[in-house]
């Protein structure tokens, strides 16, 4: 069963910016898409099975962005 949930970053501003937090997310164990929006400042993982959370927001910290929390 394959999980999907968005996630709001700050500070991302650019394509680069998305392509950063992309690389990072894309290297979590079971991460299947991720599509960063840097207009919209969100992040949609796609994965095997639900996501730590704390290691998102590392993959996130890693990239030099900020994992605000789970979008509304």
């Known amino acids: 069963m394959s999980s999907?949930?968005?996630?709001?970053?700050?500070?991302?501003s650019c394509g680069h910016c998305e392509k950063s937090v992309s690389e990072e997310v894309?290297?979590?164990?079971?991460v299947l898409d991720v599509a960063a929006d840097a207009k919209a400042g969100t992040v949609t993982i796609s994965s095997?099975?639900?996501?730590?959370?704390?290691?998102?927001?590392?993959?996130?910290?890693?990239?030099?962005?900020?994992l605000v929390g789970p979008a509304a």
């Open 26 to 30: 894309s290297t979590l164990p079971g």
């Open 48 to 66: 095997r099975s639900p996501l730590d959370e704390a290691a998102v927001r590392a993959a996130i910290d890693e990239a030099g962005y900020e």
């Open 4 to 12: 999907t949930i968005t996630y709001t970053v700050s500070g991302m």
